[in-house]
């Protein structure tokens, strides 16, 4: 038998070439989800700013709730939005613990200035963890700053000049104390008991990040003004716990524990660089439900291809089976050669697909990486439990399929095999059938579950839906490819030679027709599905943002925000009517068992302004019942319906530092997709946001006011980086909030139908290639070379035709629950991505075909009929 399977091996190689490519691809897909879903599991990020503080006391970057009771009792966890915070006089309680030397706030904010780069702010104290040393003048006090030596001397400050600096906190002129380098810190051998190297040490002052993202260079103040000037008078970002001599890290560690108690995480090792990067954990957060969840359907999508190609290989070779039974082989003797087959093809394409797997895996997180969905310092983690599931799901799904398709051949009698090899089977047989209309039927019943439910959930169903009906359509695959020869084939029957012999064919050989379908179907359904998605949430935020802002002038900013007082102060400026600050943050919310994220506007001024700038489309309540103790809320009507509450009901929110409450609904709009799913007054989120500047201002005009000019003057308003523009101002941050989320749609699109396209191809060569028998008596019986490439080529656009169809049908069909559920709208592809994919697709088929037919037409008739023989 392993003789009999390396002479099938080598005398058909076309045939496993395409079970081989299948296999490759299959591995390299698994491979790359299996990568990130390792490396979300395992991401972390080595300390940098803390490489030399042993223990780091930060608050939990995670939300948590329980669900359930007792054995059933499960804890459900969401990365927070915003940058935790944690008490700063946690850090008295710490340093009167037995073995601390010092335990130091860690507090960073962005500061502007019209005279410096951007700058990071810091508590004066800071400076023994950054290794920082005043070379000139002395510490900061009360009204005075710190400033890097470098950036003060290029911008000609020096000791005793002031400087007038913007703050969360507000905007005040500055006596420069002195001047700071790390540098000389790192000669020094640090300050204080930090002994920071000269790699870290210039990490503080060149731009490593720190425990509030910030790069910039640190401009330190007084401790006693860094909690007012932050935003957050009170809390602090981290505390560095630094030892006394003689104590060890763990026993430090230990201790502070037990004084910090559960208000707290202590970090160490690598854990410190998740106080510095707090955002880690919505990073490994995405990480792990693309490697689980798009993982999960893109790996049975590699099975499901790799089963097809093996099945449509094994089904190529019926005529061989056959023969085999005819001259005496047993039925166990043909599975025992296909399943030799397998072993011997299997682990090889999986192997040479690792490599491709892993440097896909690679590009994606570094792309995640440069966009800011995960932290810099996190790198891919590979490892042998992707390879050997790659391997290991690729060999196992070519055995099965090639059992499976082997079955019925092998189990015919000798003397009726080769009958039956010849006549091709109508019907699909009856365990096809069942598990095919049990697939629609679970396409049908994902489909009204995704019609009642909202939000991301619906979008949850999505792959679900496509891979349940797309598993029918290769079940039923003889019925449906019967179906569409039958409709789609009626205008070829009314043309010349070509189209006569194409229709004639594609109703002869259904079997065959089904096996080039489904490919088909596949990248349309896939790709269909997720860029339509992606297309009804743009298309529908930015209808909702074009009706819904009726500012006339909007102010933004290039550089960390606009100051707080920016709202105040434009309203000061004349032909100005009404004036609204919106303060972009995030929130979580409660929908049952389970925490979803949501956009949370905090609006300044009087909420009845709001609708001068912004028309929400208030479905119940109102706006002007908002209050900015942080006891009420406005809810999209969308998300109310996930949250199952109502105006005058609470809903459980955690703001963007993890703070929880229990707002009233005082009213529900329908414009939140585009404009923002939560509203709350500015006071109430500013001291939760990671920093509390405005990421707009909204200004109305009074009636007759020249616009012009109230540009003009706002635009002299004085502010850092300060722009000045029309609504589009507004639709552009909000298009930027939704790049992320396109770009990964698309990227899954490429993905799987990048992948499924190289499976159409490699179905539609091998399919063709199989066709030499007949390709050779049609030119022995006198058909011409361009009539068989017109015949071919006609069939192949009715097979593209045919998979847009249906592919198109299952999408359509996948997203009107799906886009009910998210937007409340219909669905909506854009037209250049519709016309992109049926050119794709159709391109995709005449090429296929195309090249492998005139590798077939070469020759004469005599020689081809010939070397068939």
């Keep these: ?14 045939s496993f070439a395409g079970t081989f490519i299948a296999l490759l691809f299959a591995a390299a897909v698994v491979t790359a989800c299996g990568s990130m879903l390792q490396t979300g599991i395992t991401a972390h990020v080595k300390p940098v700013r803390y490489a030399h503080t042993p223990v780091v006391v930060a608050a939990d970057p995670s939300a948590h709730i329980r669900t359930g009771h007792g054995d059933d009792a499960d804890t459900e966890t969401a990365s927070l939005p915003e940058q935790p915070r944690v008490d700063t006089a946690l850090a008295e309680r710490i340093a009167g613990v037995p073995g601390v030397a010092a335990a130091v706030p860690d507090t960073a904010f962005p500061v502007q200035s019209a005279a410096l780069p951007q700058l990071t702010g810091r508590d004066a104290a800071a400076r023994v963890i950054d290794g920082a040393s005043v070379v000139q003048g002395r510490a900061p006090g009360t009204g005075e700053v710190a400033l890097p030596a470098a950036t003060a001397r290029a911008a000609h400050l020096g000791v005793g000049d002031t400087v007038t600096l913007t703050a969360p906190g507000g905007t005040a002129a500055y006596r420069v104390s002195g001047l700071t380098d790390t540098k000389s810190a790192a000669k020094d051998g640090g300050s204080g008991s930090s002994g920071t190297s000269e790699a870290s040490a210039s990490s503080g002052a060149s731009g490593s990040s720190d425990a509030s993202g910030a790069t910039a260079p640190a401009a330190y103040f007084a401790d006693s003004a860094v909690g007012r000037l932050s935003g957050h008078p009170g809390r602090t970002d981290a505390i560095a716990v630094l030892p006394d001599k003689g104590v060890g890290t763990h026993e430090l560690a230990e201790r502070v524990k037990d004084a910090v108690g559960d208000r707290a995480k202590v970090r160490t090792g690598d854990g410190r660089g998740l106080a510095e990067h707090p955002e880690l954990a919505e990073g490994k957060e995405m990480l792990t439900a693309i490697g689980a969840s798009f993982g999960g359907i893109a790996t049975a999508t590699a099975v499901f291809v790799v089963m097809g190609t093996v099945a449509l290989a094994i089904g190529q070779r019926g005529r061989e089976i056959a023969l085999l039974r005819a001259v005496g082989a047993t039925p166990r003797q043909i599975r025992r050669t296909v399943a030799t087959e397998a072993v011997l093809v299997a682990p090889l394409a999986g192997a040479a697909g690792i490599l491709p797997g892993v440097a896909l895996a690679k590009w994606w997180v570094g792309q995640l990486v440069d966009r800011g969905a995960v932290p810099e310092g996190v790198t891919l983690s590979t490892g042998w439990i992707p390879m050997v599931a790659a391997v290991g799901s690729g060999l196992l799904a070519s055995l099965l399929a090639g059992y499976l398709a082997a079955r019925r051949p092998s189990k015919a009698r000798p003397s009726q095999a080769l ?14 059938t069942v598990l095919g209309t049990a697939a629609v039927a679970g396409g049908c019943v994902l489909s009204a579950v995704a019609a009642n439910t909202t939000g991301e959930d619906a979008a949850n169903v999505a792959l679900g839906i496509v891979f349940c009906f797309m598993v029918g359509v290769a079940f039923l695959g003889p019925v449906v490819a019967w179906a569409a020869a039958a409709v789609l084939g009626l205008p070829l029957r009314a043309g010349g030679a070509a189209s006569r012999l194409a229709a004639a064919n594609t109703r002869a050989n259904a079997r065959g027709l089904a096996s080039a379908i489904t490919p088909i179907v596949l990248v349309t359904a896939f790709c269909g599905t997720l860029l339509c998605m992606q297309g009804t949430i743009t298309h529908e935020s930015s209808r909702q943002i074009k009706d819904g802002v009726v500012a006339d002038q909007v102010i933004g900013s290039s550089a960390a925000g606009l100051p707080a007082d920016t709202a105040a102060r434009a309203a000061k400026v004349p032909g100005v009517d009404s ?5 972009r943050t995030g929130a979580l919310y409660r929908a049952g068992g389970s925490l979803d994220s949501a956009s949370l506007l905090g609006v300044s001024g009087d909420p009845g302004n709001v609708p001068d700038v912004l028309r929400l489309g208030v479905k119940s309540g109102s706006l002007d019942r908002l209050t900015g103790d942080g006891r009420t809320v406005a809810v999209d009507s969308l998300l109310a319906g996930t949250a199952k509450v109502k105006v005058g009901g ?26 923002g799913q939560l509203l709350m007054p500015r006071d109430a989120v500013a001291a939760h946001a990671r920093a509390a500047y405005d990421t707009q201002v909204l200004v109305h005009d009074r009636p007759g006011a020249d616009r012009a000019a109230v540009q003009r003057d706002l635009s002299k308003l004085g502010v850092t980086g300060l722009t000045v523009t029309d609504r589009a101002g507004y639709r552009a941050q909000a298009d930027k909030d939704l790049e992320l989320n396109a770009w990964a749609n698309n990227v899954m699109a490429g993905v799987l139908g990048g992948f499924a396209a190289v499976a159409a191809a490699n179905t539609l060569v091998m399919t063709v290639l199989d066709r030499r028998r007949e390709v050779a008596l049609l030119r022995l019986a006198g058909t011409t070379r361009r009539q068989v490439l017109g015949m ?10 045919a998979g847009l169809l249906i592919g198109g049908a299952i999408a359509w069909i996948t997203m009107v629950p799906i886009a009910r559920g998210i937007t409340d709208a219909s669905p909506y592809l854009p037209p250049l991505t519709g016309i992109g994919i049926v050119a794709a697709a159709t391109g995709l088929g005449l090429l296929s075909t195309a090249l492998p037919a005139r590798a077939l037409l070469r020759g004469n008739p005599a020689a081809a009929g010939a070397a068939r023989e």
């Design 1 to 14: 038998m392993n003789g009999l399977a390396r002479a099938s091996v080598r005398f058909r190689p076309a």
């Design 419 to 432: 009958g039956e090899a010849a006549v091709e089977r109508r019907r699909p047989g009856v365990i096809r």
């Design 579 to 583: 004036v609204t600050g919106v303060l």
């Design 650 to 675: 609470t809903i459980s929110l955690w703001l963007g530092d993890g703070t929880t409450i229990k707002p009233k609904v005082v009213a529900t709009y329908e414009r939140g997709l585009g404009l």
């Design 792 to 801: 071919l080529r006609r069939e192949a656009l009715l097979v593209a035709a």
